[in-house]
Protein backbone atom coordinates (compact mmCIF):
# COMPACT_ATOMS: atom_id res chain seq x y z
CA UNK A 1 0.00 0.00 0.00
CA UNK A 2 1.17 3.55 -1.18
CA UNK A 3 -0.71 6.79 -0.07
CA UNK A 4 0.11 9.83 -1.24
CA UNK A 5 0.25 12.74 1.05
CA UNK A 6 0.68 16.11 -1.12
CA UNK A 7 2.49 18.71 0.33
CA UNK A 8 -0.33 21.02 -0.37
CA UNK A 9 -2.78 18.69 2.09
CA UNK A 10 -0.03 19.37 4.93
CA UNK A 11 -0.64 20.72 8.17
CA UNK A 12 1.36 23.99 9.94
CA UNK A 13 1.80 27.69 8.70
CA UNK A 14 3.65 30.72 8.03
CA UNK A 15 4.82 32.19 11.50
CA UNK A 16 6.84 35.26 9.59
CA UNK A 17 10.39 33.93 11.47
CA UNK A 18 9.38 30.16 10.66
CA UNK A 19 7.34 27.98 7.52
CA UNK A 20 6.72 25.41 8.62
CA UNK A 21 4.31 21.44 7.30
CA UNK A 22 3.28 19.16 9.62
CA UNK A 23 3.33 15.52 7.85
CA UNK A 24 1.67 14.21 11.01
CA UNK A 25 -0.19 16.04 14.13
CA UNK A 26 1.76 18.62 15.61
CA UNK A 27 1.22 21.47 17.79
CA UNK A 28 -2.29 23.15 16.87
CA UNK A 29 -2.34 20.82 13.75
CA UNK A 30 -4.64 17.62 14.80
CA UNK A 31 -5.62 15.01 12.40
CA UNK A 32 -6.25 11.96 13.60
CA UNK A 33 -5.89 9.93 10.73
CA UNK A 34 -2.27 11.08 10.34
CA UNK A 35 -0.60 10.89 14.20
CA UNK A 36 2.95 8.71 13.16
CA UNK A 37 3.94 6.10 10.82
CA UNK A 38 4.84 3.40 12.37
CA UNK A 39 7.02 4.65 15.32
CA UNK A 40 7.86 8.06 13.39
CA UNK A 41 5.52 10.58 14.98
CA UNK A 42 6.66 13.84 13.58
CA UNK A 43 8.37 14.81 9.95
CA UNK A 44 8.14 18.79 10.00
CA UNK A 45 9.39 20.51 6.56
CA UNK A 46 10.50 23.97 8.31
CA UNK A 47 12.14 26.64 6.48
CA UNK A 48 13.58 29.07 9.00
CA UNK A 49 14.88 33.15 8.25
CA UNK A 50 17.68 34.22 9.05
CA UNK A 51 18.82 35.80 12.66
CA UNK A 52 15.82 33.17 14.30
CA UNK A 53 15.48 30.05 15.53
CA UNK A 54 13.68 27.70 18.06
CA UNK A 55 15.28 28.95 21.43
CA UNK A 56 16.10 26.84 24.47
CA UNK A 57 13.45 24.41 25.51
CA UNK A 58 12.73 20.59 26.42
CA UNK A 59 12.43 16.89 25.28
CA UNK A 60 12.17 13.96 26.93
CA UNK A 61 12.07 9.97 25.31
CA UNK A 62 12.63 11.03 21.60
CA UNK A 63 14.46 10.12 19.02
CA UNK A 64 14.86 13.74 16.77
CA UNK A 65 16.92 13.82 13.59
CA UNK A 66 17.85 16.98 11.59
CA UNK A 67 18.54 16.82 7.73
CA UNK A 68 19.68 20.20 6.43
CA UNK A 69 18.42 20.91 3.67
CA UNK A 70 19.35 24.44 2.39
CA UNK A 71 21.70 26.83 4.51
CA UNK A 72 22.84 25.34 8.07
CA UNK A 73 21.53 24.59 11.94
CA UNK A 74 23.09 25.86 15.07
CA UNK A 75 22.76 23.66 18.20
CA UNK A 76 23.49 23.96 21.57
CA UNK A 77 22.01 22.01 24.44
CA UNK A 78 22.11 21.27 28.19
CA UNK A 79 25.05 19.30 27.90
CA UNK A 80 27.08 21.58 27.11
CA UNK A 81 27.08 20.30 23.34
CA UNK A 82 27.22 22.71 20.08
CA UNK A 83 27.97 21.84 17.00
CA UNK A 84 27.13 23.52 13.51
CA UNK A 85 25.27 20.76 10.64
CA UNK A 86 25.38 22.31 7.22
CA UNK A 87 23.19 21.36 4.31
CA UNK A 88 23.21 17.70 3.29
CA UNK A 89 24.26 16.60 6.83
CA UNK A 90 22.38 15.16 9.59
CA UNK A 91 22.06 15.46 13.90
CA UNK A 92 20.87 13.34 16.04
CA UNK A 93 19.71 13.82 19.34
CA UNK A 94 18.26 11.33 21.51
CA UNK A 95 16.27 13.00 24.48
CA UNK A 96 16.23 9.98 27.05
CA UNK A 97 15.35 11.33 30.60
CA UNK A 98 15.55 14.46 29.33
CA UNK A 99 17.24 17.33 27.50
CA UNK A 100 17.04 21.33 26.58
CA UNK A 101 18.21 22.34 23.43
CA UNK A 102 17.96 25.36 21.24
CA UNK A 103 18.49 25.55 17.48
CA UNK A 104 19.52 28.43 15.59
CA UNK A 105 20.05 29.70 11.62
CA UNK A 106 23.36 32.06 12.62
CA UNK A 107 23.53 31.80 8.62
CA UNK A 108 22.73 35.06 5.67
CA UNK A 109 20.33 33.35 3.89
CA UNK A 110 17.16 30.48 4.75
CA UNK A 111 17.95 27.40 6.29
CA UNK A 112 15.87 24.70 5.33
CA UNK A 113 15.52 21.33 7.27
CA UNK A 114 13.34 18.14 8.01
CA UNK A 115 12.75 16.94 11.78
CA UNK A 116 12.13 13.89 11.87
CA UNK A 117 11.23 12.43 15.56
CA UNK A 118 10.75 8.37 16.13
CA UNK A 119 9.69 7.26 19.42
CA UNK A 120 12.28 5.21 20.73
CA UNK A 121 12.37 1.41 22.19
CA UNK A 122 12.17 2.34 25.47
CA UNK A 123 11.83 5.48 27.69
CA UNK A 124 14.89 6.76 29.68
CA UNK A 125 18.89 5.97 28.95
CA UNK A 126 21.31 9.06 29.42
CA UNK A 127 20.34 12.07 26.78
CA UNK A 128 23.14 12.71 23.90
CA UNK A 129 23.47 14.49 20.67
CA UNK A 130 26.06 14.11 17.80
CA UNK A 131 26.34 15.19 13.86
CA UNK A 132 27.93 13.94 11.01
CA UNK A 133 29.17 14.77 7.34
CA UNK A 134 27.39 13.06 4.34
CA UNK A 135 28.81 14.11 1.13
CA UNK A 136 25.92 13.66 -1.30
CA UNK A 137 28.55 11.95 -4.10
CA UNK A 138 28.24 9.20 -1.54
CA UNK A 139 24.62 8.52 -1.87
CA UNK A 140 24.76 9.46 -5.63
CA UNK A 141 22.31 6.80 -7.32
CA UNK A 142 21.25 4.50 -3.77
CA UNK A 143 20.15 5.12 -0.55
CA UNK A 144 22.72 5.59 2.25
CA UNK A 145 22.01 4.96 6.17
CA UNK A 146 22.62 8.65 7.95
CA UNK A 147 21.15 7.26 11.34
CA UNK A 148 20.36 3.81 12.67
CA UNK A 149 19.03 2.31 16.03
CA UNK A 150 19.97 -1.34 13.84
CA UNK A 151 23.44 -1.75 14.08
CA UNK A 152 24.48 0.13 11.05
CA UNK A 153 28.41 1.00 11.53
CA UNK A 154 28.88 4.35 9.54
CA UNK A 155 25.68 5.97 10.14
CA UNK A 156 24.50 8.08 13.38
CA UNK A 157 23.09 5.88 16.27
CA UNK A 158 19.42 6.51 17.40
CA UNK A 159 17.88 4.31 20.30
CA UNK A 160 14.47 2.71 17.80
CA UNK A 161 14.67 -0.12 15.23
CA UNK A 162 14.52 2.45 12.56
CA UNK A 163 16.89 4.02 9.55
CA UNK A 164 16.94 7.33 8.51
CA UNK A 165 18.02 7.23 4.49
CA UNK A 166 19.34 9.52 1.82
CA UNK A 167 19.65 9.29 -1.81
CA UNK A 168 20.70 11.61 -4.76
CA UNK A 169 18.82 10.85 -8.16
CA UNK A 170 19.34 12.03 -11.49
CA UNK A 171 16.29 12.43 -13.75
CA UNK A 172 16.14 8.72 -14.66
CA UNK A 173 18.22 7.19 -12.53
CA UNK A 174 16.54 4.80 -9.78
CA UNK A 175 17.08 3.82 -6.39
CA UNK A 176 15.88 0.38 -4.90
CA UNK A 177 15.40 0.01 -1.40
CA UNK A 178 14.30 -3.45 -0.05
CA UNK A 179 11.11 -3.12 2.88
CA UNK A 180 10.94 -6.09 5.57
CA UNK A 181 7.81 -7.71 6.54
CA UNK A 182 5.91 -5.66 9.06
CA UNK A 183 8.11 -2.51 8.12
CA UNK A 184 6.29 1.22 7.71
CA UNK A 185 8.46 3.16 5.12
CA UNK A 186 7.65 7.09 4.45
CA UNK A 187 9.89 9.22 2.00
CA UNK A 188 10.07 13.03 1.00
CA UNK A 189 11.85 14.43 -1.83
CA UNK A 190 13.67 17.04 -0.65
CA UNK A 191 14.00 18.38 -3.80
CA UNK A 192 12.81 17.07 -7.78
CA UNK A 193 10.08 14.81 -8.26
CA UNK A 194 9.97 10.92 -8.23
CA UNK A 195 7.87 7.58 -9.07
CA UNK A 196 7.74 4.88 -6.01
CA UNK A 197 6.71 1.80 -7.36
CA UNK A 198 4.42 4.02 -10.34
CA UNK A 199 3.37 6.15 -7.46
CA UNK A 200 4.03 10.20 -8.78
CA UNK A 201 5.68 12.67 -5.89
CA UNK A 202 6.75 16.18 -6.34
CA UNK A 203 9.05 18.46 -3.75
CA UNK A 204 7.57 18.24 0.04
CA UNK A 205 5.26 15.33 -0.42
CA UNK A 206 4.89 12.73 1.92
CA UNK A 207 4.81 9.26 0.71
CA UNK A 208 3.79 6.33 3.17
CA UNK A 209 4.60 2.86 2.59
CA UNK A 210 3.28 -0.73 4.08
CA UNK A 211 3.41 -3.90 2.93
CA UNK A 212 5.78 -3.51 0.35
CA UNK A 213 8.52 -5.10 -0.14
CA UNK A 214 10.47 -3.89 -2.37
CA UNK A 215 10.94 -0.19 -3.45
CA UNK A 216 12.04 1.27 -6.85
CA UNK A 217 11.96 4.79 -6.93
CA UNK A 218 12.93 6.97 -10.10
CA UNK A 219 13.66 10.07 -10.77
CA UNK A 220 11.53 12.41 -12.86
CA UNK A 221 13.81 14.81 -12.42
CA UNK A 222 17.17 15.57 -10.63
CA UNK A 223 15.93 14.57 -6.82
CA UNK A 224 17.22 14.38 -3.15
CA UNK A 225 15.07 12.06 -1.02
CA UNK A 226 15.01 11.20 2.84
CA UNK A 227 13.30 8.00 3.72
CA UNK A 228 12.69 6.69 7.14
CA UNK A 229 12.21 2.52 7.67
CA UNK A 230 10.41 1.65 11.39
CA UNK A 231 8.50 -0.82 12.67
Known amino acids: MIELRPFASLGGGDFGWLQTRHHFSFADYR ?19 PGTGFDPHPHQDM ?3 TYVREGAVTHRDSLGNTGRTEAGDVQVMSAGTGIRHAEYNREPGLTRLFQIWIVPE ?3 GAPSWGTKAFPKGDRAGRFV ?23 ALKAGQSGHYRLAAGR ?11 EVNGVAAAQGDGVAIVDEMHLDVTATEDAELVLVDTA
Open 184 to 194: HAYLVPASGRV
Open 31 to 49: DPQRVHWGRLRVWNDDAIA
Open 63 to 65: EIV
Open 122 to 124: APG
Open 145 to 167: ILASGLGDAEALPIRAAARVLGA
